[in-house]
């Protein structure tokens, strides 16, 4: 098994078999997307926490690390019936992504990706098949290694997205560590591959779901050391999928309580009757990747 393609394997669950439908409380689909930094322990209990408070039907967890804090994240959503999606082994000093869900549906590999532990795909049942992708794409200083290797992730995951949104419903959610050219203020150390990538995302037909419902307003989710903003995490969604569109809100509230550096995204979407929220008979499947 090679990382460029790297297929994932199920536990604690019948192999490639999706939840059975029940419905889904006030007919709206919620999906959140946090950078939860590597937690401790400590912190992620605090975590935790927080997230059951959210109860969202969907979660991508970014810049999770191989330590008993996101071990800890994913364990208990797993213990309480949740399907997890993530990268069964972290190289030393990496970051990566995990998506957990309580929704029908079942993993997909993710191919002819390097650092495919930053990428989760998933294919949800809502009632129509819609490709989720989770991402966490690396950040960079001015070094010559880490500029190649985000330049090179973003055309990986570039790619990955035109082949899914061809034919597919999409929805891409994450902590991209990307800006659009109408970012406020306009920071000169981004490269115009970085700005090209946004781009490209909305030229594969998938919209920017805050930018949508709240046309001309600045976010900011993560805080430099300097005091500079930047809308770092996203939600995307495809074209079709702007009708079932509610609401994108950015949430404070993990930066207030110093359980993370990010503040966290949330995705509202109108839920067709058909759609499911729970496991079949209470078996959860875990995706996991070597």
Known sequence: MTAEDERPHLEAGEAG???GPTEMSAGHLRMLTLNVGGPSQQRAERIRSFLSEIDADLMVLTETRGTPGTQFLLSSYLEAGYSVAASSELPSRERGVAVIHRLAGQPRPVERVKLAHRVVVSELLLPEPVVLIGAYVPSRDASPERI???????????RLLKRLARSELVILMGDLN????SHEPRYRFFKSWEYETFEAITRFGLIDAFSELYPGQQ?????GRTGDGYRYDYGFLSEALRPRLIDCEYINEP??????DHAGMLLTLRASDHSSRSGEAGKPFAVTGS
């Open 17 to 19: 078999r999706p939840w």
């Open 148 to 158: 190649s290797r985000k330049r090179r992730f973003l055309m990986e995951m570039t």
């Open 178 to 181: 990307i800006v659009s050219t």
């Open 219 to 223: 976010a900011y989710t993560w805080i």
């Open 255 to 260: 930066r207030d309580l110093r359980i993370s």
